[in-house]
């Protein structure tokens, strides 16, 4: 009776997953020292030698895993998709806590969004990531604010959801932190008495 001859279908699958998580690995070092150098750095100031230096590769690699420094972007801003979410979980029509979230969140990640946005028009990767934002940005309102929502006309709930984008924009904040020295808690404050002027005037 001849004997199988042994199988290694085993090791070889193990071997691909080593390898598929150390290219993981690899990628997420690339995303992590852009994502980093975006919070202090300008956009055309990041060059691929800096990126490829601090995640510990050389510039082909960054290249064969993302073709281009607008690929990493394009893997920055799931990151950033991720990470904003997380710090602006609140409840659903929780006034207070839902201007809390998003001025933690742009205390974290505010001063990056504004150098994305003062080169938008210079740069159709950051145009493309500040609109997208702006998309996001929408939605979750009109989740957040649900409950305030329901009920109210299309044409209604547009008008809310302009005024309220308006009270918790970006360079409300930075008026208030930047340009006049205030305080987060200082700054939540004021933006939930613009948030609730809009909610009791509908």
Not at 1 to 17: G, L
Not at 69 to 93: C, F, N, Q, T, Y
Not at 146 to 161: D, N, R, Y
């Amino acid at each position: 009776m001849n004997k199988a001859a042994p199988s290694r279908p085993r090791k070889r699958a193990y071997n691909q997953t080593a390898r598929a998580e150390a290219a993981e690995a690899t990628a997420e070092r690339i995303v992590g020292a852009f994502h980093e150098f975006l919070q202090t750095d300008w956009y055309e100031d990041i060059s691929l030698e800096r990126i490829a230096k601090a995640a510990g590769v050389t510039v082909p690699t960054v290249l064969r895993r993302f073709g281009s420094k607008e690929g990493i972007l394009g893997a920055v801003r799931d990151k950033m998709e991720r990470e904003i979410d997380a710090r602006r979980i609140a409840p659903s029509g929780d006034v207070v806590a839902i201007v809390d979230g998003i001025v933690h969140d742009y205390e974290v990640s505010g001063d990056m969004i504004l150098r994305v946005l003062a080169l938008e028009d210079r740069f159709p990767a950051l145009k493309d990531l500040a609109d997208y934002g702006r998309v996001q940005h929408r939605q979750w309102l009109e989740q957040s604010f649900a409950p305030q929502l329901a009920g109210k006309t299309p044409a209604e709930v547009e008008w809310i959801l302009d005024s309220l984008m308006a009270a918790v924009d970006l360079y409300v904040w930075k008026v208030l932190r930047k340009d006049r020295g205030r305080s987060p808690p200082e700054t939540a404050r004021i933006m939930c008495n613009l948030v609730k002027g809009i909610l009791d005037g509908q």
